[in-house]
């Protein structure tokens, strides 16, 4: 009878599907929101963060499109915040992030009216930047896994939780 047990649960287990692990080389985090600008409005869109050999890539956790490939030689600065709106290192904020990057005050400008603080994470290129909402359980494995992976040391700007 045991053995007739065992037997039933391995046939179980070897004909359901198997969860598509991540490559040795690649982390993957799911419990994160893309804030861009579409059109005239910001939206946050679901997203899937991978970290792979030489670039991290965004992707929509609804259809699974390929949204941002960022390269990390390509990195310019890594920041994190914790607080209503993304910060910024500079000293006059966003302000300044603004005229840098002036799609980045349009998404701004919105988030500013959120009650509670949220786990910011910031990346800059010479040509790009994306801003991502990070949940709080997965914010302290993922900036270790953005250093380990990119090289690039993450500034935490405002306060850091």
């Known amino acids: 009878m045991l053995r007739t047990a065992v037997l039933i649960a391995m046939v179980i287990v070897a004909s359901?599907?198997?969860?598509?692990?991540?490559p040795a080389s690649q982390y993957s985090f799911h419990k994160v929101q893309m804030i861009e600008r579409v059109g005239d409005r910001t939206e946050t869109?679901?997203?899937r963060v991978n970290f792979g050999d030489d670039a991290l890539q965004v992707v929509s956790r609804k259809d699974?499109?390929?949204?941002r490939t960022i390269r990390y030689a390509d990195i310019r600065r890594?920041?994190?915040s914790y607080s209503k709106v993304p910060r910024w290192k500079t000293g006059l904020g966003l302000g300044i992030a603004g005229v840098i990057l002036p799609p980045l005050w349009l998404i701004a400008l919105p988030l500013g009216f959120s009650k509670h603080r949220r786990h910011w994470f910031t990346v800059v290129t010479d040509s790009d930047f994306a801003v991502l909402k990070l949940s709080?359980?997965?914010r302290k494995l993922?900036?270790?896994?953005?250093?380990?992976?990119?090289?690039?040391?993450?500034?935490?700007v405002g306060e850091d939780k």
Request: glycine share 2%; net charge neutral.
């Open 16 to 22: 359901a599907p198997l969860r598509a692990l991540p």
């Open 45 to 47: 869109r679901d997203v």
């Open 64 to 67: 699974g499109l390929l949204i």
């Open 78 to 80: 890594a920041e994190y």
């Open 136 to 138: 709080k359980s997965e």
């Open 142 to 156: 993922f900036i270790p896994a953005f250093e380990t992976r990119s090289r690039v040391e993450v500034i935490a």
